[in-house]
């Protein structure tokens, strides 16, 4: 019942921008955290960035810190991660997921309960 879509994915050239959304449905999501996850061709998922649901406390790898944003809109249920100066290696499948509360690791893949299918971002050289 609870569906996470991602959204605005696609082919870029290095140094050029895009901006995903994840829209959440089937419930309300109150006190979960949002976050966005990646995994690159013959490479193990890994966290990207992640949202509180009040405090908008936000944390990144440090890889896109500086270029890249995560927000939300919790009206919307929607959360956004905008990716800025994208370069190669930033290539992968982006996924968006949720978890309840702020227990253990936010930035763990096997904290988080619902997770989107995925998109695509291709960043050429």
């Known amino acids: 019942q609870v569906q996470l879509v991602e959204s605005g994915g696609g082919l870029v050239q290095a140094g050029g921008s895009l901006r995903l959304s994840c829209a959440a449905s089937g419930r309300t999501f109150s006190n979960y955290a949002m976050g966005w996850f990646r995994q690159a061709p013959g490479k193990e998922q890994e966290f990207v960035a992640v949202i509180t649901w009040s405090s908008r406390s936000t944390y990144y790898t440090d890889p896109v810190k500086g270029r890249f944003t995560i927000s939300r809109d919790n009206a919307k249920n929607t959360v956004y991660l905008q990716m800025n100066s994208l370069k190669p290696e930033d290539t992968a499948i982006y996924y968006c997921?949720?978890?309840?509360?702020?227990?253990?690791?936010?930035?763990?893949?096997?904290?988080?309960?619902?997770w989107g299918q995925g998109t695509q971002v291709t960043v050429s050289s």
């Open positions: 997921a949720a978890r309840y509360g702020l227990g253990g690791l936010l930035t763990s893949v096997s904290e988080y309960r619902y």
